[in-house]
């Protein structure tokens, strides 16, 4: 089965440091979503991005986080500097937009789980 | 604005019984998506079933069915023959179109009694 490929699975960092985090979309898929999820909050989206262009960032807070594609096969996430409150799981979905198909649903990657300390 | 709501933080049911899981939903869209995800201990989001708001007929996936109530605007998930292995969250999503972003609900944890 096709995957969606994030790393790292774990990141522990200390308050300030720059977190980067990877992300290999499935082959084919047009689409890449960046969630973050934390108990109090569930599932947020913080960005996304169509034929590799960024078309919605607006859950994002802009002052410390930005988020690439450099290209088809790879979409990072950063955070400089990182804070406590940053800590989440994020997570990379990717799929196919419906002007190619109607679309089934996100494939979603393991995640990522940062700590900030 | 959309949004999704999942009223049962926690169900529990027993193993091979039957168990309903409730979302509710708002949107002023005319075409969307509703989806059930399954998240395990190892946090791998997993996509369970999907409905097409445009399709009158309940989508099934073996075990797991819906109940869309397209004007009460309602997406209850149903898990026939319950097994050890859906012990899991359980999340309800609303997507506008296919695979534009998705509003999840805050999830239903289910527990799978022996």
């Known amino acids: 089965d096709a995957r969606v490929t994030q790393t790292p699975r774990h990141k522990v960092t200390e308050m300030g440091q720059e977190v980067t985090m990877r992300c290999q979309p499935i082959?084919?898929?047009?689409?890449v979503f960046w969630y973050r999820q934390t108990m109090m909050q569930g599932l947020e989206l913080l960005a996304y991005?169509?034929?590799?262009?960024?078309?919605?960032d607006s859950g994002m807070p802009k002052d410390r986080f930005s988020a690439e594609m450099p290209d088809a096969t790879l979409a990072t996430l950063k955070i400089q500097p990182s804070e406590p409150r940053d800590s989440a799981v994020y997570f990379c979905?990717?799929?196919?937009?419906?002007?190619?198909?109607?679309?089934?649903?996100?494939?979603f990657g393991s995640g990522t789980r940062l700590t900030v300390v | 604005a959309q949004t999704v709501t999942q009223s049962q933080p926690e169900m529990s049911v027993q193993e091979a019984e039957t168990v309903t899981l409730s979302c509710t939903y708002d949107?002023?869209?005319?075409?969307?998506?509703l989806f059930w995800y399954k998240q395990p201990p190892s946090r791998q989001m997993i996509l369970v079933i999907r409905?097409?708001?445009?399709?009158?007929q309940n989508a099934t996936e073996n075990r797991f069915s819906v109940n869309f109530q397209k004007a009460a605007k309602s997406f209850s998930l149903k898990i026939s023959d319950s097994q050890l292995g859906d012990a899991a969250m359980y999340f309800c999503?609303?997507?506008?179109?296919?695979?534009?972003?998705?509003?999840f609900g805050k999830g239903t944890k289910l527990t799978v009694n022996p």
């Open positions: 979905a990717s799929g196919l937009s419906r002007d190619r198909v109607r679309g089934y649903g996100y494939t």
């Open positions: 082959l084919g898929h047009n689409t």
């Open positions: 991005f169509r034929n590799r262009a960024p078309l919605d």
């Open positions: 949107t002023s869209e005319s075409d969307y998506y």
């Open positions: 409905q097409e708001a445009y399709k009158q």
């Open positions: 999503a609303l997507g506008r179109g296919g695979s534009e972003k998705l509003v």
